[in-house]
């Protein structure tokens, strides 16, 4: 017999939490402030009170978690949150559940609702690794990638917005890049094999093995493509902006740690030596 579980918020990606869990034959139960549909096989629950014993939460925010879960005794219950925040709040509910007699499991989703139960979800956890090992078959209905990142509840998050910061910084950059080939009249669609061909064979392996352990080992030796050559590059994307009316400003930090690491003598290194930059300003 499965372990009945209750899901606390039905927007798009409680819903599909809640259908995968019904899917795998785990009695499911749901609870959300407004009426709305049901996924086949979740019952409705009237009130966050009536929930079983295990609960996964997936609210809009942290703040709404404290605000609805104020609502239900927690003691003796475990709330697994994949509600979406940073890693002080991850950390602080944590806490706030401990203070509640629950026990805490803090989650990142990183797909999207279509993808709950495909092999490609990735699904991160953080907090008590006895709790996760415990629930590790049911949250493996959620995805392929399941895995317990830390005991600190709030480092799955932070890979969360890692990875968002990646896709930010690459979509301003398509962005960017779209706007400036459309200064001659050139078309997204007619630019998007070479920028798709550029992501897979050169922006894509830049996150491969090789230049993460040049990182971890302060070693930036390269035979591709140096911080000279990069310092200069920046600049001519720089200018040629300008000279197009696009803002470029996202892109002056940026080229002032490539400028001071020619400046101090890194030119002929990999552009992974700016992590060092990167950290200085940090303090
Ligand atoms: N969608 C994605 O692709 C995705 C991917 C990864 C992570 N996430 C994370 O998953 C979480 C939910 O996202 P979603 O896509 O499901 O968002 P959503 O469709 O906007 O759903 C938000 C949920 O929060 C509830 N809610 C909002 N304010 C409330 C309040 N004051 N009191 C009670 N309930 C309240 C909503 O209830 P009502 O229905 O009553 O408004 C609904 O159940 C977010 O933290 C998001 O970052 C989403």
């Known amino acids: 017999m499965n372990t009945p579980v209750t899901v606390i918020g039905l927007g798009l990606m409680g819903k599909a939490l ?6 795998n034959g785990y009695p499911t139960t749901a609870w959300n402030r407004s009426a709305t549909a049901v996924p086949d096989g979740v019952t409705r629950l009237d009130t966050v009170a009536e929930s079983s014993p295990t609960m996964v939460v997936c609210l809009s925010t942290y703040d709404v978690m404290d605000e609805v879960l104020s609502t239900a005794d927690l003691r003796g219950r475990t709330v697994i949150n994949l509600t979406s925040g940073t890693p002080g709040e991850a950390r602080r ?17 990183m797909a999207s609702p279509q993808m709950i139960g495909t092999p490609q979800a990735q699904l991160l956890y953080g907090g008590p690794k006895d709790l996760f090992a415990a629930g590790e078959p049911m949250l493996r209905v959620f995805g392929g ?4 990142l830390s005991e600190d509840p709030g480092v799955p998050l932070l890979y969360d917005l890692a990875l ?39 922006i894509g392996p830049m996150a491969g093995p090789e230049n993460a352990h040049a990182i971890d080992a302060g070693e930036h030796a390269t035979d591709v493509s140096n911080i000279n050559t990069n310092a200069l590059a920046i600049g001519h994307v720089i200018r040629a902006s300008q000279d197009a009316g696009l803002p470029a400003d996202w892109l002056f930090a940026q080229q002032t740690r490539l400028e001071q690491a020619v400046a101090d003598g890194y030119g002929s290194e990999s552009p992974t030596r700016l992590i060092d930059y990167l950290r200085k300003e940090m303090g």
């Open 145 to 148: 990638t399941t895995v317990h």
């Open 93 to 109: 509910a944590a806490a706030w559940a401990a203070e509640r007699g629950a026990a805490y499991l803090d989650g990142a989703i």
């Open 164 to 202: 968002l910061a990646m896709l930010y910084a690459a979509g301003q950059g398509l962005e960017h890049a779209q706007a400036l080939v459309g200064t001659a009249g050139v078309s997204a669609t007619e630019f998007q094999p070479y920028a798709n061909a550029w992501l897979t064979h050169v």
């Open 18 to 23: 809640a259908a995968a869990l019904a899917g």
